[in-house]
């Protein structure tokens, strides 16, 4: 079993930054594909990036591309998704979620494990 934990949601100005943390416990974590999703109210949940277990393979959505990076370590069983250069429609709900592969998917359907999820508030 796996839990998750979120941390590092706030309100920030549009064109700032936020590192969103995943803290996870459970001594498998370090083999498990990782992955970011965000969900606005009254809208499907959306894939934002995703990691394999090495870390060494990472997805992102287009929307994000260039200015958000995820990234882990496994000795702190930790995943950091870094948003820079945030815009408005970046505000929702961030949840993290692991997977009992190695490999990564962007898929939320192929994800057992979620966290609570983490506000994002960026402000114009």
């Known amino acids: 079993q796996v839990q998750l934990v979120e941390s590092g949601g706030g309100l920030v100005q549009a064109g700032g930054s936020l590192r969103l943390s995943c803290a996870a416990s459970?001594?498998?974590?370090?083999?498990?594909?990782v992955a970011w999703f965000r969900q606005a109210p009254g809208k499907e949940r959306e894939f934002v990036a995703a990691?394999?277990?090495?870390?060494?393979?990472?997805a992102y959505a287009d929307f994000v591309k260039g200015r958000f990076t995820i990234s882990r370590d496994n000795a702190k069983n930790t995943v950091v998704l870094q948003m820079d250069s945030l815009k408005p429609e970046y505000t929702p709900v961030y949840s993290c979620?692991?997977?009992?592969?190695?490999?990564?998917?962007?898929?939320?359907?192929?994800?057992?494990?979620w966290g609570q999820g983490t506000q994002v508030t960026v402000s114009s």
């Open positions: 979620a692991a997977r009992s592969s190695p490999l990564l998917s962007r898929d939320p359907y192929r994800y057992a494990y």
């Open positions: 459970g001594r498998t974590f370090s083999t498990y594909g």
């Open positions: 990691i394999d277990w090495t870390g060494g393979t990472t």
